[in-house]
């Protein structure tokens, strides 16, 4: 049988647009001759998610985006996923919303609930959530520390204004003249420094002689030291106390009149025997001197004593 001219036009028209579906299907990422698993995903709200953005499962690309539609009633977005893969999706899996990095767009990620054995079908949806991605939390932190600087630099700006009207001309010239005085003063230090370097190496000798001599000193008096330690100068101290005390009980009993030293000091009546004592005694004594011959009896002849008479009250002892 031979094919006119007609029907060789016919087949490679038709060739021709099953070839330009396969390859605009191609194009968007799907391939006719394959077969997916279409899964649905809601969410309030999917920004910088693009159709054919990638559908992660750890990472591995099993699929892609085919569409994002809106919902009428509540303003909700569907978004439809086209899988493939032979892993078990479970009902109760999460599609989460996430951005892998600075350059490139969202996509989704697939988080699998292994404890859940019901695999998912075609036509099934997935719960949704988002991720905040690096931009967004970097964004975040930003805002905050943002205000802290912008805070920060007012606060520096006041400074410098109150600065700027605190050192006026006069004020600065004297800061000048301060750090310049300063300055001087340093130097003047630094001189004074070195001098006192001369002067201790200049004396070396007899800063050593005396740091000798302080150690010869204070080896003496750890000998002396122990000397007083081994001389029980705690008993010593003891004995000296006991001795104190005792002369303290003996002046005690003088200020009472206690004793005969104490009578001697306290007792007149003891006074005036002593004093009239003392008196008669001199009167004897006078008329010893006066009239020995009454105390020492020489009769040669066998004369008579005369008889004694007493001196008179009033007579005094001659010299």
């Known amino acids: 049988m031979k094919l006119t001219r007609e029907i060789k036009t016919a087949i490679l028209v038709i060739a021709s647009i099953l070839l330009f579906i396969w390859g605009y299907s191609f194009l968007k990422g799907r391939d006719l001759f394959n077969s997916y698993t279409t899964l649905y995903v809601e969410y309030d709200s999917v920004e910088g998610l693009t159709?054919?953005?990638?559908?992660?499962?750890?990472?591995?690309?099993?699929?892609?985006?085919e569409q994002i539609t809106i919902n009428p009633t509540d303003g909700r977005l569907l978004v439809e996923l086209q899988i493939k893969t032979e892993f078990p999706i479970s009902k109760s899996s999460l599609a989460i919303i996430y951005e892998p990095g600075f350059i490139g767009g969202k996509q989704i990620a697939i988080e699998p609930n292994f404890s859940d054995k019901t695999v998912v079908e075609s036509g099934d949806k997935l719960n949704g959530n988002m991720r905040l991605g690096m931009t967004e939390s970097l964004s975040k932190k930003l805002v905050p520390l943002q205000d802290k600087i912008e805070k920060v630099l007012i606060n520096a700006d006041n400074l410098i204004s109150g600065i700027n009207n605190v050192l006026d001309k006069k004020t600065q010239e004297d800061l000048k003249k301060s750090i310049a005085e300063l300055s001087k003063t340093m130097e003047q230090f630094h001189q004074a420094s070195a001098g006192v370097?001369?002067?201790?190496?200049?004396?070396?000798?007899?800063?050593?002689?005396?740091?000798?001599?302080?150690?010869?000193?204070?080896?003496?008096?750890?000998?002396?030291?122990?000397?007083?330690n081994k001389a029980d100068l705690g008993k010593t101290?003891?004995?000296?106390?006991?001795?104190?005390?005792?002369?303290?009980?003996?002046?005690?009993?003088?200020?009472?009149?206690?004793?005969?030293?104490?009578?001697?000091?306290?007792?007149?009546?003891?006074?005036?025997?002593?004093?009239?004592?003392?008196?008669?005694?001199?009167?004897?004594?006078?008329?010893?001197?006066?009239?020995?011959?009454?105390?020492?009896?020489?009769?040669?002849?066998?004369?008579?004593?005369?008889?004694?008479?007493?001196?008179?009250?009033?007579?005094?002892?001659?010299k």
């Open 237 to 318: 101290v003891k004995n000296l106390n006991a001795t104190l005390a005792k002369v303290n009980g003996v002046m005690a009993d003088l200020e009472a009149g206690n004793g005969t030293m104490g009578k001697l000091l306290k007792d007149d009546a003891l006074y005036n025997n002593l004093a009239k004592t003392s008196r008669e005694l001199e009167l004897l004594l006078q008329d010893v001197r006066l009239y020995p011959t009454r105390y020492i009896n020489v009769s040669v002849f066998g004369k008579k004593n005369k008889p004694y008479k007493g001196p008179a009250a009033n007579d005094t002892i001659s």
């Open 51 to 65: 159709p054919s953005a990638p559908v992660t499962l750890n990472g591995l690309v099993i699929g892609k985006i």
């Open 197 to 228: 370097n001369s002067l201790l190496a200049q004396n070396k000798t007899q800063i050593n002689g005396a740091v000798t001599n302080f150690n010869k000193m204070s080896s003496n008096f750890a000998k002396i030291s122990d000397s007083l």
